[in-house]
């Protein structure tokens, strides 16, 4: 067991330094009073009924000492926290921005030179990233233990977040913000990418469009939808099986429920699944999909069930 | 006078009256302190179940008990009936009820038949949230907008509820400010109150002052569901940050109204066991009101993640350490006041020294999201709960359970098992510890609160954490069984088991209907133990 995520961002190992000088006067006060207060309790015990005990009502030298040295402690805490939050809070100038969308219950990420992920956020190793956020619903938080950042997303005004990822690899990103139903599913993941590594991220795939897609045929309509919609994050296409069942050669065939029923692909089972998941859950699986009402329209999951097809 | 003569002579305890009548449309400040220790117990009874199943579901880190959204609607309920219905009235209106009159010697509270309807509001905004049950709201106790404004369980009747619940608190409070103000016998002066009263009267102020806020707040929320009105929905040119700049405008001071009352209860337990007068007596007293006052100014402590500025949110960090001053003051105050003391570990004693012992660890953790760059990566996370479990449970249960165990023989005239009550409060006491403590670690792991499902990493301490559910919720299981076990078959007790100073125990037990024959005078405080006479 670890006492505490990885430190990988520059702003971690400050916060943790905040968070060290806290634990140990916390602990020095917590070793003291309760040492005194065990040895009170056993000393003083009441031995005969008709114990006498001295008349102390308070001692003033003591009440002020105990009130001046704790108030002290206490400013030194708040400086030295404020310190650090004003870091936390002042992206450098030459930071790379990236816009993040919270929806019930994905992220999007919308980078400088158009290109768009879901629940994925590639950035490159020390290279400070400034991420400009909005939500389109209700409230989110973004949040990466591994960072030690948190900002809420709120819709109609726009809030912010930096860091510099200082260490290769992928992290959690959890929203802590109360969000719905599909609270707990709303995770992604910040990919941490070497300088190379993200020069070809960067320059490799072409970058989406945008608007105009509906003009796409509608299997390729319904791959780009399976991407930037996130269905990607849990359904592979290539048979092999993620928080959710690949799509490969499922249309036409039949899946075993959890209740041991069995069900045919067809247009209106993949339907429903998009947006009543938790309405038939395939065998195996925990039921962990968000509903995508309000996010697809039929015409999307038309789209869908085309590109579906085409996996056989 | 003659009347005294016969009053000396026939003893009727406020009990004697039998029949449910007696009891709903008694205006005696005994009785309807009962009646709201019967409710809120049930309540808590009610919220503790969901709690434990909330705990079963987190076992594993799948949903194989219950789905997401009945997880939802299960910590909405669990937090909101454990704040709204047990523990906001809690110590305030049962314990408050029963020993403010008794404490300061006066015959009942200043307005009997107001306290009554603070009793039947509190009742009626319990029946429309029952009936808000039957489609249970899946927000969580805050009601944060827009998600309370858009999702389509029932948000209304529940806020409805809780909004009705307001008007028994102001009430309550102004009666208890009044009673404290004019009904103190002769002698009875501010600085021979006891603490328990000092506290009381904090709380008061606070319910009066805080509560109104809350009233508005959950009323805009509910005209903009019904209505359509935009306070808060962005959409319709509202603000959801306003929201929560209201809601914990009420809702921090309201912590305050949870927790000092439990300190009054604590300053009263520890000097009648230790048989020593309570070390810094106007330091407590003064700390509490101080505490009340401070309360209003540290709202946003709540909001350092939530898009409010960056100079508003150093402010509140600054006063939010503030207010650990006169905490931690009183902490101090409670460990000397054992110092030479002659101290016997009855069980309510167990359950003073707990409070203090966790409540420390309660208001420690504090720091961490006080100081603004911890805060910022703890908010939202499990060290949150394992926090406000820590003040909660740890600080105004223990409280409660003290309290209940200290005047249980003067309530109701009997005695409980000894033997059983510690047992119950060792199970109580580690069951606890296992259950929260672990959460300190998962919050620092970076684990968010309110998740249904969490992922596998979290396993090991989440399942300890729920054992430790199960050995609590044991305990608190034997201990309600001993109570009611000797509220049937106890002894009858004595008038002043524990060599008490205080007025309340200088009557029967259980006190008379009109508690005093004759109205004390008071010639010294009640804190005079170990005073040669
Ligand atoms: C019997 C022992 C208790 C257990 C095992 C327990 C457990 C829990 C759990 C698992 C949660 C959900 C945490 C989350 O996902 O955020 C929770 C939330 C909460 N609990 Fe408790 N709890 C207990 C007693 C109490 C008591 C006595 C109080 C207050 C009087 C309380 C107040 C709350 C509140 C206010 C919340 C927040 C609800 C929310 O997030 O909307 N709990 N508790
Ligand atoms: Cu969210």
């Known amino acids: 067991m670890t006492w505490i995520p990885e430190v990988a961002s520059n702003l971690a190992s400050k916060v943790d330094g905040v968070l060290l000088l806290i634990t140990l006067l916390s602990l020095v006060f917590f070793i003291l009073i309760t040492i005194v207060l065990v040895y009170f309790a056993i000393k003083y015990r009441r031995k005969r009924e008709d114990e006498e005990t001295p008349y102390i009502t308070g001692s003033e030298p003591l009440e002020i000492i105990w009130t001046v040295i704790p108030s002290i402690l206490l400013i030194v805490l708040f400086i030295y926290g404020f310190v650090v939050f004003k870091d936390m809070r002042t992206p450098p100038e030459d930071s790379v921005e990236v816009t993040v969308q919270g929806k019930q219950w994905l992220w999007t990420f919308d980078y400088y030179n158009g290109k768009k992920t879901i629940n994925e956020l590639y950035v490159q190793q020390n290279r400070p990233v400034r991420l400009v956020m909005e939500a389109q619903d209700v409230l989110h938080s973004f949040f990466v233990p591994g960072f030690r950042v948190k900002q809420d997303l709120v819709p109609g005004r726009y809030t912010q977040l930096w860091f510099t990822p200082t260490k290769i690899g992928t992290f959690d990103i959890f929203c802590a913000e109360y969000c719905g139903t599909g609270h707990s599913a709303m995770l992604g993941k910040v990919v941490v990418l070497s300088p190379e590594a993200y020069e070809i991220w960067e320059k490799g795939v072409k970058a989406e469009e945008g608007a105009g897609v509906a003009s796409l045929p509608p299997a390729e309509l319904g791959e780009k939808i399976y991407k930037e919609k996130g269905c990607n994050a849990c359904h592979s296409v290539d048979g092999s099986t993620l928080v959710g069942p690949s799509f490969k050669g499922i249309f036409g065939h039949s899946v075993e429920l959890q209740d041991g029923s069995t069900v045919d692909v067809d247009e209106n089972y993949v339907k429903q699944s998009i ?37 056989k | 006078m003659a009347n005294h003569t016969i009053a000396h002579d026939v003893y009727v305890p406020f009990l004697e009256k039998k029949g449910i009548l007696s009891w709903i449309l008694s205006t005696d400040h005994k009785r309807i302190g009962i009646m709201y220790l019967i409710s809120i117990s049930f309540f808590f009874l009610v919220a503790g179940v969901f709690a434990l199943l ?332 394992a926090h406000m479990h820590y003040v909660m449970i740890g600080g105004t249960v223990m409280g409660f359970f003290g309290a209940l165990h200290f005047w249980f023989p003067k309530w109701f005239g009997k005695m409980f098992n000894e033997t059983v009550a510690k047992i119950a409060w060792l199970f109580i006491f580690i069951g606890f510890n296992v259950t929260f403590f672990p959460q300190f670690f998962l919050g620092v792991q970076g684990m968010p609160r309110r998740y249904a499902t969490y992922p596998a990493e979290f396993e090991s301490l989440m399942s300890l954490s729920t054992y430790g559910s199960w050995i609590l919720g044991f305990g608190i299981f034997i201990m309600t069984i001993n109570l009611i076990a000797g509220l049937i078959n106890g002894e009858k007790a004595p008038q002043n088991p524990y060599g008490s100073l205080s007025l309340e125990w200088q009557v029967p037990s259980p006190p008379p209907l009109e508690n005093f024959e004759e109205i004390p005078h008071v010639t010294d405080w009640t804190y005079g133990y170990g005073k040669k006479k």
Request: aromatic share 16%; net charge neutral.
């Open chain 2, 54 to 385: 909330l705990r079963y579901e987190l076992l594993t880190p799948t949903s194989d008990f219950v789905q997401p959204h009945t997880y939802n609607v299960f910590f909405t309920l669990h937090g909101s009936i454990m704040v709204f219905f047990f523990i906001v009235p809690g110590l305030a209106a049962s314990f408050g009820n029963f020993l403010i009159p008794l404490m300061i010697g006066a015959p009942d509270v200043a307005f009997p038949k107001l306290n009554l309807g603070s009793y039947w509001i509190y009742l009626l905004g319990t029946v429309i949230v029952l009936i808000a049950l039957a489609k249970p709201a899946d927000t969580g106790w805050t009601f944060y907008t827009p998600y309370s404004a858009t999702t389509n369980t029932d948000v209304v009747m529940i806020t409805l509820g809780v909004f009705v619940l307001g008007f028994s608190s102001i009430l309550t409070g102004l009666n208890f400010i009044v009673t404290i103000h004019k009904m103190r016998a002769p002698g009875m002066t501010w600085h021979r109150l006891p603490l328990f009263i000092w506290a009381s009267y904090a709380t008061a102020v606070l319910q009066l002052l805080a509560t109104p806020v809350v009233g508005i707040t959950l009323l805009l929320l509910i005209m903009e569901r019904t209505l359509g009105v935009g306070f808060f929905d962005p959409a319709k040119g509202g603000d959801p940050i306003l929201f929560q700049n209201f809601f914990w405008f009420y809702s921090h001071p309201a912590v305050y109204i949870m927790i000092i009352p439990a300190m009054g209860v604590i300053s009263e337990i520890i000097p009648v066991f230790a048989r020593k007068p309570i070390f810094g007596y106007k330091a407590i007293a003064y700390s509490s009101l101080g505490i009340a006052f401070i309360s209003f100014l540290v709202w946003a402590h709540h909001m350092f993640t939530s898009g409010i500025s960056d100079t508003a949110a150093t402010i509140f960090s600054f006063l939010t350490f503030l207010v650990a001053i006169p905490t931690a003051i009183k902490v101090f105050n409670w460990t000397a006041t054992l110092y030479k003391g002659s101290i016997h570990l009855h069980s309510a004693m167990l359950y003073a020294l707990a409070f203090v012992f966790l409540f420390t660890i309660g208001g420690l953790t504090g720091l961490f999201l006080g100081a603004l760059a911890s805060d910022i990566h703890l908010h939202d996370t499990y060290f949150v709960v």
């Open chain 1, 275 to 311: 947006f009543e998941p938790q309405a038939q859950v395939v065998k195996g699986f925990a039921p962990v999909m968000p509903s995508f009402k309000g996010i697809l329209s039929d015409e999307d999951v038309t789209a869908l069930v085309a590109y579906i097809k085409t996996l």
